[in-house]
């Protein structure tokens, strides 16, 4: 399955207001860990109420110790202050890296914005070296517009 084909399905859950935000959230990491094969742990943090700082959303994939991540620190607390997308193709070049698991080769982070703040990130790891294209950028762009609507 293309991204793009999994557009209408992140549609629809978004859309499903029979479910919590939480487990809509759910709902969409789940359909791309399954659909994705690169796509090896997925997951959404949010910043933390005033905090400098973001938590651990829904998510699946390895557990992990990472519930809690200060801005600036790793690719996800890089992009809590940058407002950017960061595509790391290869973890080990990356000296501003939390390791969440030995089997992790690459990460791509892209941001959540609703009424123009940043208030979170979808986190994607990958097992594969170099995995993440533009077109991943821009449906994981897609996924966050959508999530965004039901954060507002």
């Not at 791309?32 to 094969?37: F, M, W």
């Not at 973001?54 to 200060?70: C, E, F, Q």
């Not at 607390?77 to 080769?105: E, M, R």
Request: contains cysteine; hydrophobic residues 40%; glycine residues 6%.
């Amino acid at each position: 399955m293309t991204l793009d084909q999994l557009k209408p399905q992140i549609i629809t859950i978004v859309s499903d207001t029979n479910k919590t935000v939480d487990e809509r959230l759910l709902s969409i990491c789940e359909v791309l860990e399954s659909n994705v094969p690169y796509y090896n742990w997925v997951g959404f943090y949010f910043t933390n109420g005033d905090k400098k700082e973001l938590k651990l959303g829904p998510y699946v994939g390895a557990p992990t110790d990472h519930t809690i991540i200060p801005f600036g620190k790793g690719i996800c607390g890089q992009v809590a202050v940058s407002n950017q997308n960061f595509v790391v193709p290869d973890v080990s070049a990356q000296d501003n890296y939390i390791a969440c698991s030995i089997t992790v080769k690459a990460e791509i982070v892209v941001p959540i914005f609703v009424n123009g703040k940043n208030i979170g990130q979808i986190d994607i790891d990958s097992n594969t070296i170099d995995p993440f294209t533009e077109a991943d950028e821009r449906f994981l762009e897609f996924v966050c517009a959508q999530v965004a609507t039901v954060l507002s």
